[in-house]
């Protein structure tokens, strides 16, 4: 490799984001649009990011061509890059399988400058027999540089007032998948939101990767969920370690955590750090000062930069020191310094830029970094709270302008997380034009925002001025978890008050809830509704919703034929809408079902194909996985045995791993009766045993039906089989039409007729 070549990839390799994609490419290969959505990152970056990778070649691309198009999917090329020192150079090779560790995590722990004293609470930290850690004290006493020092390579998450446990769960994935266990990431990939599973696969992760996690500031997190989770893995953590920081001491029990207050620095290391930050070398001097700050880091790091430190200890001492350091800042400075103290979170680089009016923010960042008023951690600036403080009360710049110039900057970045944000700064503002606009854009660009962030969300809903567009909003997240009867009711209240898109939007959801309810007579008169409002005023994004709920409402009527015609024309406004994978595929889905409903099962395997062919380019692994599903049952009715087996198992194993139980029930049960028509009959036992595990654990009725095939087995070699069936017929009992279906898909393959 060329010199030139060798630190350019070197550079790469030292990129963060770079190393989130080659993690994350660890699990398959996968499509720039999918990475960018695990990433929460912007698509067109992931792109370029991915093809400069490419071109070093540690990754590959390749064309795939789906449904008329061609996508690009990527996938690792090496396994990892050797690096080795010689006379004559270092050399570096990608080609050879070679292992090569790389500190891997979702989000790194921020880079510290030097480091002094803390030996025993290092150690502390290090050898605790407590697998969960609380360190806490105020503001800038030396928390974060702490944990960093003492584990440098933990996976960090910096808690945000608006992101709570479900971006903190996003982004635990990513790590978890890094450090080799995949089903975390899986499971939120899938849609899996239950919150037991999440806690459960989460630990798991922990356990088995021993990983080391840091949560920073805690005492932002108001979101119990994150509470909740925190006091779950004080009872079951085992063999990795988490680490919180946070102001107060939080309140997570008292058996098998540690608490550790941390105070100030003992004069020594106080002194060493004094000097360190261009304080004068002058031991009695600084006894006057320890004795003010009482070691306190951030307090020192100011002393050091004030001209006297004759300081009168009267009165807020700390205000004192820092309008000294403020009236010594330049004009430009203290205009950064105000604009930063505006936002709680840190921002980075591209985001100052462009927030800052004028050119070249650079410098003055700079010498605010060098001043020791903002902070460094990685990309990302801040400024500490006691500093954000004392700017507040001196500060003369208006959020508003600053706040809309974050919120465009945002949207252009364009992912969920941007989004979630941006509707921060707009809840902040108050401002309903630009929360109307946002939502206008969940709807369009950012659906998936409901499911990924129900709770983040749902949080900014709740403090947003309640006009009829958040309340819909509201009555979408509580739809999504489940309280159907909840969001219908918001949802006719609101109806009469919207117009355009939004009343669309309403038209569709409650149509949509009416279905789930079954009562097919509302479900229709609010679809015919929403067709009078797509006629007055055309647009595609509102003419699929619904044909989308169209198709349904046939299919559960038992209407094929209409369900069919109006899949074949979601299919049609899918692809005017362009570049729309997940929902082509499930109108494939779709497509195949009814033709399986149908009892046209040639047809149901063509279009079950077309959209694995478009699950797998797209790497939607839960479709995939539900296409494999839809398979088992048709090769089953084929009476294709085999087939239906190689399909079953794989949809098995995933549905288990991302523990949708359901699923992975509805398949067993396929797979199951495949096997007894090979003949197979110890395998089939194994398959009747699993439902029934997955019966305690899950309550899904079906489950229960494993006593039923226990009960077939049996009969067929001929032993006791009437006590297995009368198991099963206990437990089905309140499902009638169950059991009856059981028996007839049975009969199939086997005579059950003194069942
Ligand atoms: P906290 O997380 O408690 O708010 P930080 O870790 O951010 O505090 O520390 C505040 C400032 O003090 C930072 O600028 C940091 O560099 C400095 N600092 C804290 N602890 C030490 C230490 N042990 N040695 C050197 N500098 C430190």
């Not at 990754?59 to 020192?85: A, C, D, Q, T």
């Not at 946002?438 to 001025?465: C, H, N, T």
């Not at 009469?496 to 479900?523: C, H, M, P, Q």
């Not at 149901?604 to 049952?633: G, N």
């Amino acid at each position: 490799m060329n010199p030139l070549k060798a630190s350019r990839l070197l550079k790469m390799l030292s990129n963060e984001v770079n190393l989130q994609i080659l993690s994350v490419l660890r699990a398959g290969s996968f499509n720039p649009r999918e990475l960018a959505r695990i990433l929460h990152r912007n698509e067109t970056d992931v792109s370029r990011r991915l093809k400069a990778l490419e071109r070093m070649g540690i990754i590959e691309g390749r064309w795939v061509r789906v449904g008329g198009k061609n996508v690009r999917m990527y996938s690792l090329k090496v396994e990892g890059v050797n690096i080795s020192f010689r006379p004559g150079g270092v050399f570096i090779k990608t080609s050879e399988r070679q292992e090569y560790s790389l500190p891997l995590s979702g989000e790194r722990a921020p880079e510290i400058g030097d480091f002094f004293g803390r030996k025993g609470e290092i150690e502390l930290l290090r050898s605790s027999r407590e697998k969960v850690i609380a360190v806490y004290g105020i503001a800038g006493i030396g928390k974060t540089s702490l944990a960093v020092k003492a584990f440098p390579d933990a996976f960090w998450y910096q808690a945000e007032e608006t992101e709570g446990f479900d971006y903190f769960v996003w982004q635990l994935g990513i790590h978890l998948n890094a450090l080799g266990f995949p089903h975390l990431l899986e499971y939120l990939r899938a849609g899996g939101r239950e919150e037991r599973d999440e806690f459960e696969l989460a630990l798991r992760g922990i356990e088995e990767t021993g990983a080391t996690i840091v949560i920073d500031d805690l005492h932002r997190c108001g979101d119990e969920k994150m509470g909740r989770f925190l006091t779950f893995l004080v009872e079951g953590l085992k063999n990795g370690k988490v680490v919180l920081l946070s102001r107060e001491r939080p309140s997570i029990g008292t058996e098998n955590v540690l608490y550790i207050r941390l105070e100030g620095l003992d004069v020594k290391s106080a002194y060493r750090l004094f000097k360190a930050r261009g304080g004068r070398d002058d031991p009695k001097e600084f006894a006057g000062v320890y004795r003010l700050t009482r070691g306190h880091p951030l307090a020192i790091v100011l002393f050091a930069q004030a001209s006297s430190s004759g300081v009168d200890a009267s009165g807020n001492f700390f205000d004192f020191l820092m309008s000294e350091v403020y009236g010594r800042l330049t004009e430009k400075e203290r205009l950064l310094l105000q604009i930063l103290s505006l936002f709680e979170e840190p921002l980075e680089y591209e985001a100052i830029k462009a927030i800052f009016p004028g050119r070249n923010v650079f410098a003055p960042l700079y010498a605010l970094v060098r001043k020791g008023l903002v902070e460094r951690r990685g990309e990302l600036y801040f400024t500490h709270d006691l500093i954000r403080g004392f700017v507040e009360r001196v500060r003369d710049v208006e959020s508003e302008e600053y706040y809309g110039t974050y919120i465009d900057y945002l949207l252009r970045k364009g992912s969920a997380r941007d989004f979630l944000r941006a509707f921060k700064y707009a809840v902040l503002l108050g401002d309903e034009e630009r929360i109307k606009a946002l939502i206008e854009e969940r709807l369009r660009k950012f659906k998936r925002v409901v499911q990924d962030f129900q709770g983040a969300y749902l949080s900014l809903l709740s403090k947003a001025p309640q006009t009829p567009q958040v309340r819909s909003e509201m009555g979408r997240v509580y739809f999504q978890r489940g309280f159907f009867e909840k969001a219908l009711g918001i949802w006719l209240d609101v109806e009469g008050k919207l117009d355009g898109i939004f009343r669309a939007d309403v038209l569709t959801s409650i149509a949509d809830v009416y279905l789930e309810l079954n009562d097919f007579e509302k479900a229709e008169e609010y679809l015919e509704k929403l067709r009078e409002a797509i006629e007055e005023n055309p647009d595609p994004e509102i003419e699929l919703w619904y044909y989308v709920i169209k198709t349904k409402l046939h299919y559960y009527r038992g209407e094929v034929k209409e369900g069919l015609e109006s899949a074949f024309k979601e299919l049609n406004v899918a692809k005017r809408l362009g570049y729309y994978p997940e929902l082509e595929a499930m109108v494939y889905l779709h497509i195949g079902d009814i033709y399986s409903e149908m009892e046209r099962p040639e047809e149901a395997i063509r279009y079950y194909l077309l959209a694995l062919q478009v699950a797998k380019a797209y790497s939607l692994s839960f479709l995939e996985h539900i296409c494999y599903m839809e398979l088992t049952k048709v090769y089953f009715h084929l009476g294709e045995y085999e087939k239906a087996v190689e399909e079953g198992g794989r949809a098995i194993d995933y549905f288990t791993h991302i523990r949708n139980y359901r699923r992975a029930v509805d398949t067993l049960s396929y797979h199951f009766l495949a096997l007894i028509g090979l003949g197979e009959l110890e395998k089939a036992e194994e398959d009747a045993k699993e439902m029934l595990r997955m019966a305690q654990g899950s309550n899904y009725p079906l489950a229960w039906a494993g006593y039923i095939f226990l009960a077939t087995i049996e009969k067929m070699r001929g032993g006791n089989w009437e006590e297995y069936l009368h198991l099963g017929k206990e437990r089905l009992r309140g499902y009638p039409w169950l059991y009856e279906a059981v028996l007839e898909e049975t009969a199939r393959v086997v005579d059950v007729e003194e069942f």
